[in-house]
Structure formats: C-alpha cells, structure tokens
C-alpha cells in the first residue's frame, strides 16, 4: 500500500483523462483535481472568475497561466491534497510546469509519475463530437475541438519530453474500453512502483 501519490495526467482533448482521474483518484485515495473542471463550475455559477474566463474557453484557448496557477496553488493548499493528489488537465504551459515545481518544493514531495494517455487525432475528434451531441459543452464543436487540438500541441505536447528527462513519463494507449484503460494505467504504474 502507497498512500500520498503524486501524479498528473496529461494527453490530448478527448483523450479520456478525465474519466481516467476519477477512477485513479479513487484507486489512491487521492483528489482528482481537474483545472477544467474547476474553471466550468466557475461559469456554471457566474463568479467573477467564471465571467472571466468564460469567452477563452469557449474559443478554445488557455486561460491565462496567473489565473491558472493561483487557482492550482490554493486547491493544493486544502486539506484533502495534503496526502497525495492527481491533476487533470495541469500543468499545460512551462510557466505551470515551472509554478508547479515551486508548490512542490515548497509544500509538498516531488511527483511520483505522469501519465500519459495516448489517443489519435481522429478518434479523440470523433469522441468529441459525440460528446458534444449528448453533453451540449460550449467548447465541443468541431472548429473549436481543431483548436484545442492545435493549441495542445504547441503548447502542452512539448511538455511530455520535459517529463520523460525527468524519469516521470508512464505512456499508455487510451484506445479500448474505459475498465482496460484503467487496467493499463494501474499496471503501467506498478511497473515503476506506484502501486494503488
Ligand atoms: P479538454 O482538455 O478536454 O479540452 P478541459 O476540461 O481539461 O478540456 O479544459 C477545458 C478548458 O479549460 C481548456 O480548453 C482551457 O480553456 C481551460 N483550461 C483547463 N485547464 C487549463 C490549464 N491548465 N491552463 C489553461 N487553461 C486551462
């Protein structure tokens, strides 16, 4: 038994991370603490952050890396993180990667893994769009799904090499069905003894 894993997920729209997070989450006994998540709650209440952000996610784009981070740094900070967290969705940018490291260092131990969840592009595009059809989420319509690709890939795809220097990266395929994703998940963490 480990408890207090430190983990991220990281992968392409569509890729499954967010139902991967709650299933790992509750594996370890951990939060899963989506920033995409948090940023929609925001818009679904109308706060002043959710008025704020409201237009950039629609278009597709990051909000802005102070706005995230600050975000990222206080959900930390509660008590339920204080064991182990899994993040969704964080960091995309260096400038997260960098702010990360410092509430890390700081506040926390370093990382246990990354996980990346591995998916193509027409297969998560194709997801998307069923989504769209059954979920009606603002940002899922075609045009919109090609922009988040592309800004995933200037912007968040780089960051996996970073991980992968670092001796973190755990890959994995999110083709298939959800239960064998997980199975693949878990195993593949097992095998650089982060064990649920
Ligand atoms: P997906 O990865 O499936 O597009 P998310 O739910 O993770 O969806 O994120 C939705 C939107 O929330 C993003 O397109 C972006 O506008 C915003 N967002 C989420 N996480 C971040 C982040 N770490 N940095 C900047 N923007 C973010």
Redesign the pocket.
């Known amino acids: 038994m480990t408890s207090g894993a430190r983990l991220l997920l990281i992968g392409?729209?569509?890729a499954g991370?967010?139902t991967q997070a709650a299933r790992l989450a509750s594996a370890f006994g951990v939060p899963a603490i989506?920033?995409?998540?948090i940023?929609?709650a925001n818009v679904a209440n109308q706060t002043e952050l959710g008025v704020k952000?409201k237009a950039?996610?629609d278009a597709?784009?990051?909000?802005?890396?102070d706005i995230?981070n600050a975000i990222?740094a206080d959900r930390l900070r509660e008590s339920d993180a204080s064991n182990g967290f899994l993040l969704?969705?964080?960091?995309?940018?260096p400038e997260?990667v960098a702010e990360l490291d410092r509430v890390l260092a700081a506040e926390h131990e370093p990382l246990n893994a990354v996980v990346q969840i591995e998916a193509d592009t027409d297969e998560v595009v194709s997801r998307?769009l069923k989504r769209a059809a059954e979920q009606g989420r603002a940002?899922d319509t075609e045009e919109v799904i090609r922009h988040?690709m592309s800004?995933?890939a200037a912007q968040t795809a780089p960051l996996i090499d970073l991980f992968a220097q670092r001796g973190l990266l755990v890959t994995v395929d999110g083709l298939g069905a959800v239960d064998d994703v997980t199975e693949r998940i878990l195993s593949a963490l097992a095998g650089v003894g982060v064990v649920a």
């Not at 969704?88 to 940018?93: F, S, V």
């Open positions: 392409p729209p569509g991370k967010g989506s920033t995409g998540d940023f929609r952000v950039i996610m597709g784009e990051y909000v802005p890396d995230t990222v969704d969705g964080y960091p995309r940018t997260q998307l940002d988040r800004v995933y």
